[in-house]
């Protein structure tokens, strides 16, 4: 709860595999629009307030979804859609009594199906891919990378996929300035949350650079998404269920065939409730 002049509102802190996310509950706390980005930039500050990847603010639609899933970066700026988000929402939506076992949300790139499996885990149906370029190769520093370019939902959240054979032993501070570089790279029109993956024994192990975060994250659920539907369409695996270690735990990524296509992308894995609390941040201010 947010202390402000004698007002109080509500928050929750979640994760799903690491990507770590504070909900607001909108529909009650009516916060205007136009201050989302400065609580967003102030929560989200790790050391100095409560910190987090994202916040959430859950909110009224117009449409035939549930809610609507207003998702910010912790820097501020509005996201089309967050795949670890929306599974956490979904948990949050079930157990406030928002909305069902199955559940429609409503966001920038479009609605997204919810599916609670069990207590813990929940299956979200990612945005169809509205742009994919299979060989988008990609000069940074010197070297060219082995890029792939999706685009998730009708206003397109943008992903570049990249094979990095030595992710596992490239050094952090290397990593990082290859992913930020990518992130930023001029072909790039409006920059891309960057995913690197190798496969090791038929294992899929991914980092994901996010737009936003503007730092790697334990966990991204429209990169494994994005990364699942890159390795099918390449061909680079043969099974329409695949396994994603990320930092943070393992999601999984089931794409169903429809028309020879494989647009159907469901992304699967665990949420965590941390706690639901006071905030008596002394500089939080809006």
Same mark, same amino acid.
């Given at each position: 709860m947010l202390f402000k +002049?004698?007002?109080?509102?509500?928050? $929750?802190? !979640? @994760? +799903?595999? #690491?990507n770590d996310f504070i909900i607001i509950n909108n529909i009650i706390e009516k916060i205007p629009e136009e201050k989302f980005s400065h609580i967003a930039k102030t929560l989200c500050s790790r050391r100095l307030s409560i910190g987090a990847d /994202? %916040? !959430?603010?859950?909110d009224n639609t117009a449409g035939k979804a549930d809610y609507k899933m207003n998702f910010l970066n912790s820097d501020g700026t509005h996201g089309e859609m967050c795949g670890n988000g929306a599974r956490c929402i979904c948990r949050y939506g079930f157990e406030k009594g928002l909305a069902g076992k199955k559940q429609i949300i409503e966001t920038i790139s479009g609605l997204v199906e919810g599916v609670r499996i069990d207590k813990r885990r929940y299956e %979200?149906?990612?945005?169809k891919p509205t742009v994919f370029k299979m060989d988008f190769p990609l000069e940074y520093d010197g070297n060219k990378y082995d890029c792939s370019y999706v685009e998730l939902g009708d206003l397109g959240l943008p992903h570049l996929i990249v094979k990095l054979s030595n992710l596992h032993t490239l050094n *952090?501070? =290397?990593?990082? =300035? %290859? #992913?930020? +570089?990518?992130?930023? @790279?001029?072909?790039? *029109?409006? #920059?891309?949350?960057? $995913?690197?993956y190798f496969i090791d024994n038929e294992e899929v192990y991914a980092k994901t650079?996010?737009? /936003?975060?503007?730092?790697? $994250?334990?966990?991204? #659920?429209t990169g494994a998404g994005s990364l699942g539907f890159t390795l099918i369409k390449k061909d680079i695996v043969n099974s329409g269920e695949i396994r994603i270690n990320m930092p943070g735990g393992i999601l999984n990524i089931i794409l169903k065939e429809s028309n020879g296509k494989y647009e159907e992308i469901f992304l699967v894995g665990p949420t965590n409730i941390v706690c639901e609390g006071i905030i008596l941040d002394e500089d939080f201010n809006y």
């Open positions: +002049g004698g007002i109080i509102i509500k928050f $929750t802190k !979640m @994760h +799903g595999a #690491g /994202g %916040i !959430m603010f859950l %979200i149906r990612l945005n *952090k501070e =290397n990593l990082y =300035n %290859i #992913g930020k +570089g990518l992130r930023q @790279h001029k072909k790039l *029109k409006k #920059g891309a949350n960057v $995913t690197f650079f996010e737009r /936003g975060v503007e730092d790697f $994250t334990l966990a991204c #659920g």
